[in-house]
């Protein structure tokens, strides 16, 4: 495991112990023995090797595995590129696919009723949003 730093490159790092505490998860990191130690760590990103990542259920993504992805319709074997999923916004709920089109941005929801196939090695999410969704703030 490691901490990022914006601007440093990231340091490694052990971990003593992680458990559960009101809907999030904590982390004990050694070396870090008080409250002022760990309050120096916020806003580091703390970094997981991709081969150590819990997997996730079906139809669960990182979110790190959709950006950049490519976002297609296909309409009776008609596939139409739509555009690159450049963020990910996280909303409570359903979260929401920034696409960059040709014509400007474009907000998809993340349901599985509109983005029907998500192929994370290809690095496609395939579409069949509703009718006007992809016209609403192009």
Known sequence: MFLENPGKAPQPIKV??????????VIKFSGVDSIDGASRLKGLHVLIPAEERMPLPPN???LWEL???????DR???RVEVGTVTEIEPTGGVDVLHVATSRGE????LAQAICTKIDTEARTIFI???EDLLDLNA
Not at 16 to 25: A, D, T, Y
Not at 67 to 73: D, L, S
Not at 106 to 109: A, E, K, Q, R, S
Request: glycine share 14%; hydrophobic share 25%; with cysteine.
């Open 76 to 78: 009776g074997g008609r």
């Open 16 to 25: 003593e112990n992680v458990w559960p505490h009101k809907g999030r998860v």
């Open 60 to 62: 669960h993504y990182y």
């Open 67 to 73: 950006q950049g992805c490519r976002v297609v319709t």
């Open 128 to 130: 069949d949003p509703p």
């Open 106 to 109: 474009v907000l998809i929801p």
